[in-house]
């Protein structure tokens, strides 16, 4: 329950900054290692460099876990249509990407030899699933990072997201990232 408390704090508090930075439209940086402040960026809690890009404001994120179990460590989340208005169907696909920790080992996303490995609404992301939304729907995601270095403190994934109906819609980003995100 107070992890659960935690995590609802930390979200309202990503949407508090990101909302924050929209208004007062100061946050802008020259720096080339922060990303690009946009309603799809959602700073991490006293991580400046740390952050999620989603690849449309239309799709809501809400971390629900981020725990080691052994040598792995468990990702969990949620996405929403909270802003289609519409049945959308959404392709994911982790194949081409991986992920890597803030030590510098890479994890690699291949069905030959995994070391990162994720679902969304029970499907591998291997397969490339096509998901539906419905609006107001929520579909629960997860990724584990398998041989997690016990010495790192952070994780990055990213996910590539596509559309794949209706015909016309335009997503914001072709990309899912989890940038540095701290493990505790």
Not at 41 to 66: A, N, T
Not at 102 to 125: D, E, F, H, Q, R
Not at 139 to 168: C, H, M, W, Y
Request: aromatic letters at 10%.
């Amino acid at each position: 329950m107070k992890k659960t408390i935690y995590y609802l704090h930390l979200f309202i508090m990503m949407l508090v900054v990101a909302s924050t930075c929209v208004a007062l439209s100061s946050c802008e940086s020259s720096n080339e290692d922060e990303p690009e402040q946009s309603l799809n960026v959602y700073p991490w809690k006293d991580h400046p460099k740390s952050y999620i890009r989603m690849f449309d404001s239309r799709m809501e994120l809400k971390m629900l876990s981020i725990r080691r179990d052994g040598t792995s460590l468990l990702v969990d989340y949620t996405l929403t249509n909270v802003g289609f208005g519409e049945d959308v169907t959404l392709k994911f696909n982790l194949n081409n990407n991986g992920a890597h920790d803030n030590l510098g080992n890479t994890y690699k996303a291949s069905v030959n030899w995994p070391g990162v490995i994720g679902y969304i609404n029970g499907t591998n992301l291997y397969a490339i699933p096509r998901i539906e939304f419905l609006p107001n729907q929520t579909i629960k995601g997860s990724f584990t990072l398998l041989e997690f270095d016990p010495n790192a403190t952070a994780f990055s994934v990213s996910v590539d997201v596509q559309r794949d109906k209706p015909a016309g819609l335009t997503l914001a980003s072709n990309r899912m990232d989890f940038v540095n995100i701290p493990v505790e």
